[in-house]
C-alpha cells in the first residue's frame, strides 16, 4: 500500500511539474509546422516550392529590400533561419551561406496584424525568462545549444536581410558567407508575435 501511495504521489508530482514547465513555454511563439501539432495555429512554418506563388500572409521583412527585392522569413529542415528572396531561401551555417533546394525548406506564415518588427539596440531575454506583455519572440528551434529566434538586420550596404537571432546576435546570409550584429548594434530587428496564443 505504502508503495502505491508513493507511486501515485511521484506521478502527479511528475504532472504537476510538468504543467508548469509547460506554462513557462508561452514566454516565446512556437509556430505549427507540417509535422506535428498542438502549437499555435495562427503561426505556421510552411513547405513551399520555390517556383510556387507565396501565399498572402507569408512574413516579410517590411523595414527594406535586399537588391530591390523583397525579403521573408525561411528555414531549412534543421530549423535554421534564413532569408527567402527571389524564390530561394538561403540560410547562415558555420560561416556560409547556403541555398536550400526547392522543396526542402519552409516558409513562415502570420497574418501581418500579428506581428510587429522592433528595433532594437539592447538586450533582449533569449531563454524567455523575461514575460513582454503581449509579445513573443518567434522560436525555431535550438543552434548550438542557444534558443533560435527570427531576426533581421540593416547591413552596412543598406540591404535588409532575414537570418537566426541566437545568444545575443543576428545572424545572417549574404555574398555566400555569414555574417552577423550583436542586439546592441542597432542594426537589430527581432520579430514579435502579438497575435492571440
Given at each position: 500500500m505504502k508503495k502505491k501511495i508513493l507511486t501515485s504521489a511521484l506521478l502527479l508530482g511528475s504532472a504537476l511539474f510538468g504543467q508548469q514547465a509547460f506554462a513557462t513555454d508561452y514566454k516565446y511563439?512556437?509556430?505549427?509546422?507540417n509535422e506535428y501539432s498542438g502549437h499555435n495555429?495562427?503561426?505556421?512554418?510552411?513547405?513551399?516550392d520555390g517556383r510556387d506563388p507565396l501565399p498572402p500572409n507569408t512574413v516579410r521583412f517590411d523595414k527594406g529590400?535586399?537588391?530591390g527585392a523583397n525579403v521573408?522569413?525561411?528555414?531549412?529542415?534543421?530549423?535554421?533561419?534564413g532569408?527567402?528572396?527571389?524564390?530561394?531561401?538561403?540560410v547562415p551555417s558555420n560561416g556560409r551561406e547556403y541555398p536550400q533546394p526547392e522543396g526542402t525548406f519552409d516558409i513562415l506564415?502570420?497574418?501581418p496584424s500579428y506581428i510587429q518588427w522592433e528595433q532594437v539596440n539592447t538586450r533582449v531575454d533569449l531563454e524567455g525568462n523575461i514575460f513582454h506583455p503581449g509579445k513573443y519572440l518567434i522560436k525555431s528551434g535550438r543552434d548550438s545549444g542557444y534558443p533560435m529566434y527570427v531576426c533581421g538586420v540593416k547591413d552596412a550596404h543598406g540591404n535588409y536581410m532575414t537570418g537566426k537571432l541566437v545568444n545575443g546576435h543576428c545572424w545572417y546570409a549574404a555574398g555566400g558567407?555569414?555574417?552577423?550584429y550583436s542586439l546592441a548594434s542597432g542594426h537589430v530587428y527581432?520579430?514579435?508575435?502579438?497575435g492571440p496564443m
Open positions: 511563439a512556437q509556430c505549427k509546422d495555429a495562427r503561426c505556421l512554418w510552411n513547405t513551399i529590400t535586399e537588391n521573408y522569413v525561411c528555414r531549412d529542415r534543421g530549423d535554421l533561419v532569408k527567402y528572396v527571389n524564390g530561394t531561401c538561403y506564415e502570420v497574418h558567407r555569414e555574417y552577423n527581432v520579430l514579435w508575435y502579438t
